[in-house]
């Protein structure tokens, strides 16, 4: 009888428990593609000069070949959800919810290409390639300027669609082409 008893209120007292919350990941809204070719009014040497003086103190330069107009620039951010938008996992922003459970990073490379069109105006193209890392699970989103980027991830919830999607905000894309404009 006490057995009973006892599987009695332990069914009562797990029935009268609510129910696990259901895990809900909402995709990240549509963001206006960002124009990313500006036309400078100067020189193509003048301008490549000042880009190396402008960015060269900013970020640390990986590489640059002035015959080939190109110069690409390293950037790292602990301000994820400034820069990117994932989505969300249960009202809570996506980047900082991987954060929270296994800790992220963002890094990435700004590609810039100059094209001389004529002796007194220059074409630049600027394009950011993000990388968003989970670091306990290794998964990777690779994605850039105005090409957002669905992958699978390793271990999603249960019953949640698998794919999770990240593209750039245009934030980092707006400050490195405002900074180029200025140049002129």
Known sequence: MLKRSSLLFIFFLFSCQEPAPKNTYVPPGAIE???TILLINQDFDNIWRRLLMEFGSDFE???RDM???ELTLLFNSKEIPKYIDCG???KE???NYIDRIFES???GQINITLEPIDKNSTSIQTI???RFISKETGTRWSFQTNKPKSILVGNPAYGLDPYR???SKNFLEEVVMKQIAELE
Do not use: F, H, Q, W
């Open 165 to 167: 999607e990240c593209r």
């Open 93 to 95: 922003v996506y980047v």
């Open 128 to 130: 950011v390639m993000y």
């Open 61 to 63: 330069i990986k590489s």
């Open 105 to 107: 990073t963002l890094d």
């Open 33 to 35: 593609p960002i124009e």
């Open 88 to 90: 969300m996992m249960n």
């Open 67 to 69: 015959k080939a107009g």
